[in-house]
């Protein structure tokens, strides 16, 4: 967006800033490839293709089923799309602060554009801070609300804002994903765990040399590793807040 929110401007990146990025890609010589892809390697049910990139998106902005699908589309990219269904299905209930959404039934044609859709939860809550009874509802109930949609099964989630832990980990097995998705801001790898998969966050600072870079695999840690003391702490205090005031925007 040329002009987004203020919440979320950090995390956009005007239209040709995109453009670029998706060039960058293609003249990288990298294949993009689905999460799908990643999780039949991991799995050891088939090798990726050499150089291969995953490109994903969350929460299910307004422009994704649109322009985003289309720039996509028009460079033959590989996708995708994990929707926040509490933010998108009319009369839903999220945590997302105020923007211009997709709507559900627009999921089927981010498929039809080459895009493999995921789950992103209902609300977008911190996902480490919630009992079991509220997690459990979150990670099952979006999954089955696309199900519906979609008429297959949906077996990739990402964590909003990456926040995940132990617990969260294993609910997300037992729910049915096979994959789950964080952040890190962290190159994923041949060894990566398959329900903490590292991701690169693009933020509006990052110039083109950036994703170049990361095309090249260079300018940022490799998966997987333990985390440090500041993600520890800073997950309990997390968890301590949320005691006192419920469910927080994981954002």
């Known amino acids: 967006m040329e002009d987004p929110p203020d919440w979320i401007a950090e995390f956009t990146v005007a239209p040709k800033q995109f453009a670029a990025h998706l060039d960058a890609v293609v003249d990288s010589g990298r294949t993009p490839v689905t999460i799908s892809a990643v999780a039949d390697h991991l799995a050891g049910r088939a090798p990726l293709p050499p150089r291969p990139v995953l490109l994903t998106f969350d929460d299910g902005f307004a422009d994704l089923p649109g322009p985003t699908a289309e720039a996509l589309a028009g460079r033959g990219l590989l996708a995708t799309a994990y ?17 211009p959404m997709m709507t559900l039934d627009r999921a089927a044609q ?3 554009s080459g895009m493999e859709v995921g789950s992103h939860t209902v609300t977008h809550a911190q996902l480490d801070t919630l009992s079991g009874r509220d997690l459990a ?3 099952r109930t979006s999954k089955a609300v696309l199900e519906d949609c979609l008429g297959h099964p949906v077996r990739h989630l990402a964590y909003p804002h990456g926040y995940n832990s132990s617990r ?13 998705t964080a952040v890190r801001h962290a190159l994923s790898s041949d060894r990566d765990e398959r329900y903490r998969i590292a991701r690169l966050i693009v933020r509006q600072s990052h110039t083109l040399g950036d994703v170049e870079d990361w095309l090249g695999g260079r300018g940022a840690r490799i998966a997987p590793y333990r985390d440090g003391p500041k993600t520890v702490a800073w997950r309990w205090y ?14």
């Open 83 to 99: 929707l926040t269904t509490g933010a998108i299905t009319p009369g839903g209930r999220s945590l997302l602060p105020p923007a």
């Open 110 to 112: 981010l498929e039809h």
């Open 137 to 139: 509802y979150e990670l």
């Open 168 to 180: 969260v980990r294993t609910m997300s097995a037992d729910a049915g994903y096979e994959t789950a």
């Open 238 to 251: 997390r968890r301590a807040r949320a005691v006192l005031r419920g469910p927080v925007f994981a954002g």
